[in-house]
């Protein structure tokens, strides 16, 4: 279960975090949430797919990483095969403390339940021996103030894509070299025809808002399923 | 008659010989035969047991494993050497000569208040952590930050012996030499063994070590004495155990004292340590209190020291005929720097990087040999002797360091030289010089010879200094959060290793 606390040099100056990239360190999973601020980034790996919440109120985005549950193509070798790693995977343990719709600058919260610290004496630590934080805690902190922006800023982001109805549902289903069919079902992407249909007004508004890039960069992300699909089937191959 | 050289013969165990063993066959793969000649009479002398960042490569040329070399020979990683007490003695004297070599800045620019090793190189903030060079995760042989090893010679022997004999193909023979035969132009065809054997070879290696049995006693190539420049005769070496979990130190640690320095070297289960001292200025027993006093704070009891005696000395033509010396056969230096195995290495690169093909190019071959060795002798004593002359200590030793009348002819004018400039390439010009210009620089800054002189062409402007120097400090920073201590990475990778029963037990 995981247990959240403040990160204080006090509480936590010895710890160290795994680097590794690992299943038994949290990281087989198909998918990550992703902010839009990311998306130029993100496009030249993986797919970027919108997905509606449990209550059905509010998409969040999502860089997509296999086609199942449990799923993460990415990982070879104690390492992770990309140049660029979602904020959302890169920031863990930590996580952006307080309520995320507080302004204000917000805590670096931790999960000193996750698998990613280290129970040895290896790993990179966050505080040195003064409690002064890392560089590597440096770059988290930096990370997870993008990734804190990035989130409320998506919520307009959101809201316009509703309001001009720019997304729409989406379906794929690929039949890989070893003869097995692989779906994904219930996500939404860029609804390509209405985005060419929209007023020079309304593109106006998108640019003013700073929404246009990421809505082509997500369009432009789909390209990338050819990719995860050649790493399926090689993956396959190997056995 | 011109001759393929098919057949090598090595006189000598120890370091210098399988070392050569090894490499010949490793690098040769069958096609000259290697055949190594060891005295079961004389015992191995453990040559040094610090090594220096070439070894990485030699061990992997070799064919092994970095595993192997830290477990089989009771390793421990080395990222340079800590200078306590060489500039004035007093409590805060230390300075750093580590392996990463600093970014190029004019001493005048540097912030005052940071020692210039810690300011202008990542190594030093590691060092003093205690911290390993690398982590487990990485390849063999590759560091965040250049790196060798401190390590027991005489396990690294033993290591060897296995190794060139099981999967190099070397033909051990364990045997006393008797008798050398000679050719008609003076060179060897062959050597008795007591066991009436008569092995015959093409090229014949003296690693014998002091004993000089084919370049000296054979073939009577003379020595060229250091001894009146480096003045150090005598050593006395002691091993204390240390406790388990106890800090594991990233460099060799060298004390200045009275008339001379105590070598301090961490490996896993123990501390080597050693008085170095001049004779003509300290007596055996006063050279025992020193090192008794040093030892006290380290551990209560200290057993009693192996007594060694040395004299700085290297052979004027190391290849003779077809009779090539290498390790202390060669020549030896005090231990200051640890020279003797990387001289090693270096040797075998030169003989392996131009192998006489035919019995006729051998003349060319070791002129050329010669030439480079004696440069790289001299080059030595410089480097030695910068360490002393740069001294304000005040002891008869130290002043007597400082008579002119001692300091070579070549590093007197460099010094001059670098009133007014630093070290570079212009000084040292070799294309793998023991001792870089970075070398020096960190010794000259270390001992805190002054900051050059303006000069008529005034040294380029670094505009981008300062962004260097928060790099430098970044990077320091950031490898100390990453890497494991010394103690943690030898500790994890001993239990990975260990087998399924010890690890139950």
């Keep these: ?239 | 008659m011109d001759k393929a050289i098919t057949r090598i013969v090595i006189v000598g165990g120890g370091t210098a010989g399988w070392l050569a063993a090894a490499r010949i066959a490793a690098a040769t793969a069958g096609s000259v035969t290697v055949t190594l000649i060891e005295s079961p009479d004389v015992p191995t002398l453990g040559v040094g047991e610090g090594t220096w960042p070439t070894i990485r490569r030699t061990l992997e040329r070799i064919g092994i494993t970095e595993t192997e070399l830290l477990l089989g020979c009771d390793g421990s990683f080395k990222q340079g050497t800590r200078f306590d007490g060489w500039a004035t003695g007093a409590s805060d004297d230390r300075y750093y000569h580590p392996f990463v070599p600093p970014i190029d800045a004019d001493p005048a620019d540097l912030p005052r208040d940071i020692p210039y090793a810690l300011a202008t190189c990542p190594q030093p903030l590691v060092c003093a952590e205690d911290l390993a060079p690398r982590q487990r995760g990485m390849p063999d042989y590759a560091g965040a930050l250049n790196y060798a090893y401190h390590l027991d010679a005489t396990k690294l022997a033993a290591l060897l012996t296995r190794h060139a004999t099981t999967r190099l193909g070397v033909r051990h023979v364990r045997d006393h030499v008797t008798g050398v035969e000679r050719g008609e132009h003076g060179g060897i065809t062959a050597v008795h063994v007591r066991g009436s054997e008569i092995v015959a070879g093409d090229l014949f290696l003296d690693c014998t070590g002091h004993a000089a049995l084919l370049i000296g006693k054979t073939l009577g190539v003379e020595t060229v004495d250091a001894s009146s420049v480096l003045f150090n005769d005598r050593a006395l070496a002691v091993q204390l155990p240390v406790p388990p979990n106890s800090p594991i130190a990233s460099q060799t640690v060298a004390t200045a004292h009275s008339a001379g320095w105590i070598w301090d070297i961490g490996l896993p289960m123990r501390r080597g340590i050693g008085c170095v001292y001049a004779s003509a200025f300290l007596s055996d027993d006063e050279a025992e209190g020193v090192l008794a006093e040093y030892c006290r704070r380290i551990s209560v009891d200290s057993p009693a020291p192996r007594r060694l005696t040395f004299r700085s000395a290297y052979r004027s033509r190391p290849w003779a005929a077809n009779c090539l010396a290498i390790g202390q056969s060669a020549g030896f230096m005090e231990p200051l720097e640890a020279s003797a195995i990387v001289m090693i290495e270096l040797s075998l690169d030169a003989l392996l990087d131009d192998f006489p093909a035919v019995s006729s190019l051998m003349p060319i071959q070791a002129r050329r040999f010669n030439a480079l060795a004696t440069y790289r002798w001299e080059r030595i004593v410089d480097f030695l002797k910068l360490h002393y002359i740069l001294s304000h200590r005040d002891e008869p030793y130290w002043r007597a360091h400082r008579d002119p009348a001692s300091q070579p002819d070549r590093l007197a004018e460099m010094l001059a030289l670098w009133r007014y400039r630093s070290p570079s390439a212009f000084d040292l010009p070799m294309q793998d010089e023991l001792f870089p210009a970075a070398s020096y620089r960190y010794i000259l800054r270390g001992m805190g010879f002054p900051a050059p002189l303006p000069s008529p062409v005034p040294r380029p402007l670094r505009p981008d200094l300062s962004s260097q120097l928060r790099q430098i400090d970044q990077r320091g920073r950031a490898l100390a959060a990453s890497l494991p201590t010394n103690r943690a990475y030898l500790d994890a990778l001993r239990a990975e290793q260990a087998p399924i029963s010890e690890r139950r037990a």
């Design chain 1, 1 to 239: 279960m995981p247990r959240h606390e403040a990160l204080t040099p006090d509480d936590h100056r010895d710890l160290r975090i795994q680097e590794r990239r690992d299943t038994a360190l949290g990281d087989a999973r198909m998918a990550c949430i992703a902010v839009p601020a990311e998306f130029r980034a993100l496009q030249a790996e993986y797919p970027i797919l919108f997905r509606l919440n449990e209550t059905r109120d509010r998409f969040s985005a999502l860089a997509m990483f296999g086609f199942e549950n449990g799923e993460n193509l990415y990982l070879a070798d104690g390492g992770w095969d990309a140049r660029y790693r979602p904020l959302a995977i890169d920031i863990q343990p930590f996580l952006i403390g307080g309520r995320p719709d507080e302004d204000g600058p917000k805590q670096v919260h931790i999960d000193v339940e996750s698998p990613r610290i280290a129970t040895g004496d290896e790993g990179v630590r966050i505080f040195d021996k003064h409690g002064r934080p890392t560089p590597y805690l440096d770059r988290v902190i930096e990370q997870i103030g993008e990734l804190d922006h990035g989130f409320r800023e998506a919520s307009d982001f959101f809201a316009a894509l509703q309001r001009h109805e720019l997304l729409e549902p989406f379906t794929l289903e690929v039949t890989l070299e070893d003869r097995s069919d692989n779906r994904l079902v219930g996500y939404h992407i860029i609804n390509e025809a209405r985005l060419a249909s929209l007023s020079g007004t309304a593109l106006a508004e998108l640019q003013a808002a700073g929404h246009l890039e990421p809505i082509y960069m997500a369009m432009a992300s789909l390209s990338q399923f050819s990719g995860l699909i050649a790493r399926r089937n090689r993956r396959a191959a190997r056995g």
